[in-house]
């Protein structure tokens, strides 16, 4: 009325009756109801319908504004009266349906039943105050694995939706295949969307297991991944991966943006009706983020990243999110030909066996979650053969190891800019813990003065930038593994001993303050 209204206004209203195409869920429940030898609908007076195509809508509207005909109203439709029997007929005939039930219910009763749900909505959906919720730990599911139930903060909790993450090649796959047969009591189906069930089979037989209930079904349409959890109703499910995996209410291609939302929050709601856990298996981009929509991390009730060198033989399981437990663990494999061995206690593994007369080796007291462990930094400075010298970090923050030489050299005077600085953290690991600065410095100190460190000293301690040693988080940890692996002496912060008990300790503790100090300690 108010375009009306207005003199001369070049307007054209287009009223299109029902628009049927992709992505419209309306009639594809109908569709789907019909498929199911059901025709379901409400009131006893005729309902007559008529529909328009949506590129048949787009087209009216390009032809509207071509023949410049204004201040008119037109409906759109393909011309075609159906009521709603003889629809669901036509759907029944191209689905190929022999036969089908009409079931009507009067309008009274749905008034009934809606104004009943209403009531019963309005008195049992009352906020409560957090005093009146009851607490307690969530169930957990064993998964047999140490390693992964530490990072899962004590097993998989039912209903729960979790997502692993890695690099094409990691060993994602295998170690879920190897949890999962691992699982007698469980029945586990797993999903597979890029590999063959023979495949799955041949890395199988690679693994000792005494399970063969594991159900493996290979399959990308996530409606028939329904129906096969319909049918076996399985304790969990692992999806593998969920790149692959599409939903006919979508037209687009698998691993797109709004294919992988759609179906992982179906896939959620599944989990959180069924209380069944669900494993999804993701791909990740270029820059090492989890591929598809950012939103996926935020659906998921756990983001795990699965990492490491794929030349080396170590691999860390870490938590990214984790809404019932804590994201400090870590957990810490070894790949081998029969699988992924759990490694419980890294130190000894990590650190070579002798590296007497070696110079630009530290060994550090690392902490990873809440597991400390002794790790190896070794560094190589050499002359810069052409005009601009090379700075180069392997498992360790490039630009944090630019600031600790700017601290070498302005605040202990060691001049390092026009040498080639290489450091790596052995093992193939990537470290973030600010305890190992001191023995990255040191490493490098020891590597441009070609002098070793003594063999059964560690430290531990963050460098500052005026080269003080800030405390760390953990001591006693840290002090407690380097005593158990039999070293002599540890290099820490000063300001850790307040409060400290060294009396029943072994193993020499040794206080610095400044840069200065530690060098003098280990170089004399």
């Not at 075609?80 to 759907?91: G, H, M, P, T």
């Not at 009531?119 to 730990?137: A, Q």
Request: hydrophobic share 40%; proline share 4%; with cysteine.
């Amino acid at each position: 009325e108010y375009l009306r209204s207005l003199p001369e206004f070049p307007y054209v209203i287009l009223r299109p009756t029902g628009v049927y195409g992709p992505r419209e869920r309306d009639y594809l429940l109908m569709a789907q109801a019909v498929k199911r030898h059901v025709d379901f609908g409400a009131g006893f007076r005729r309902q007559d319908l008529t529909f328009v195509y949506v590129k048949d809508l787009v087209q009216a509207v390009f032809l509207a504004l071509e023949k410049g005909v204004v201040r008119r109203e037109w409906f759109v439709t393909d011309g075609k009266v159906y009521d709603s029997r003889a629809f669901a007929e036509l759907i029944r005939k191209e689905l190929g349906n022999p036969w089908m039930i009409h079931l009507t219910c009067p309008l009274v009763i749905l008034r009934a039943i809606s104004w009943v749900c209403e009531l019963v909505s309005k008195f049992t959906r009352k906020p409560v105050t957090l005093n009146d919720i009851t607490g307690g730990d969530e169930p957990r599911i064993d998964m047999h694995d140490e390693e992964l139930n530490r990072v899962l903060g004590g097993g998989l909790v039912p209903g729960s939706l979790v997502l692993l993450g890695g690099e094409p090649g990691i060993g994602k796959s295998t170690l879920v295949l190897q949890t999962v047969l691992h699982l007698p009591d469980k029945k586990v189906l797993y999903i597979s969307g890029e590999e063959s069930a023979r495949q799955l089979k041949l890395r199988a037989d690679r693994i000792p297991h005494n399970s063969s209930d594991c159900l493996i079904v290979c399959e990308t349409s996530l409606e028939q991944i329904y129906v096969h959890i319909k049918n076996t109703r399985p304790d969990l499910v692992i999806i593998d991966s969920i790149q692959t995996i599409s939903t006919e209410t979508i037209d687009s291609s698998p691993g797109s943006l709004v294919q992988v939302r759609e179906c992982s929050a179906s896939i959620l709601k599944f989990a959180k009706e069924t209380n069944t856990p669900v494993i999804l298996i993701g791909h990740i981009n270029k820059e090492g983020s989890i591929a598809g929509p950012k939103v996926l991390e935020h659906i998921v009730d756990t983001v795990l990243q699965f990492e490491g060198d794929q030349h080396y033989m170590y691999r860390i399981l870490r938590s990214i999110k984790n809404r019932f437990g804590s994201t400090a663990e870590l957990g810490i494999y070894e790949m081998r030909q029969n699988g992924l061995r759990q490694v419980s206690n890294p130190s000894e593994l990590l650190l070579s066996q002798d590296h007497d007369g070696m110079s630009g080796v530290a060994i550090a007291s690392a902490i990873e979650g809440v597991r400390p462990f002794l790790i190896e930094t070794q560094a190589l400075v050499s002359s810069a053969v052409y005009g601009n010298p090379q700075r180069s970090a392997t498992g360790f923050d490039l630009r944090r190891m630019n600031m600790l030489l700017a601290v070498l050299e302005k605040r202990v005077g060691f001049k390092l800019a026009q040498k080639d600085v290489f450091l790596n953290i052995a093992g193939g690991l990537k470290v973030n813990d600010p305890a190992i600065d001191l023995s990255v410095i040191s490493a490098i100190l020891s590597s441009n003065m070609d002098t070793e460190i003594e063999r059964d000293t560690c430290m531990a301690g963050e460098v500052g930038l005026s080269g003080e040693i800030r405390p760390v988080n953990r001591i006693e940890q840290r002090i407690g593994e380097a005593e158990k692996l039999g070293f002599k002496q540890i290099l820490i912060p000063k300001h850790n001993l307040q409060g400290m008990d060294t009396s029943k300790l072994k193993i020499e503790i040794i206080p610095v303050r400044k840069v200065e100090e530690a060098f003098r300690a280990l170089f004399g």
